[in-house]
Nanobody
């Protein structure tokens, strides 16, 4: 019923850019935060960025700040993650997620998850 579907992942060289998209269906998530978490092999899932749907306020992990930009399209119920100046350490499966907003930086607090999209940064 409720679905979050990511797209836009791929292989890119260090310094390159990718834009991830997450389309939601089943509800509007108007009272939620929408965000992105990532998980590299053998590592814990970590918070990357989030946006408060009602206001557009944005939040970033320190490593993403200045390089990544999260945005939303209300009409499309879609959130985006523009990733610039990508580094090999950004390599991970990126998951779209939605949260009620308590403990936003902790992936365990998120209520809905997409299937993930692979981002691989070479060099």
């Amino acid at each position: 019923q409720v679905q979050l579907v990511e797209s836009g992942g791929g292989l890119v060289q260090a310094g390159g850019s990718l834009r991830l998209s997450c389309a939601a269906s089943g509800r509007t998530f108007s009272s939620y935060f929408r965000g992105w978490c990532r998980q590299a092999p053998g590592k814990e899932r970590e918070f990357v960025a989030a946006i408060r749907w009602s206001s557009g306020s944005t939040y970033y992990q320190d490593s993403a700040k200045g390089r990544f930009t999260i945005s939303r399209d209300n009409a499309k119920n879609t959130v985006y993650l523009q990733m610039n100046s990508l580094k090999p350490e950004d390599t991970a499966v990126y998951y779209c997620a939605a949260s009620r907003g308590l403990g936003l930086a902790f992936p365990s607090r998120y209520d809905y998850w997409g299937q993930g999209t692979q981002v691989t940064v070479s060099s």
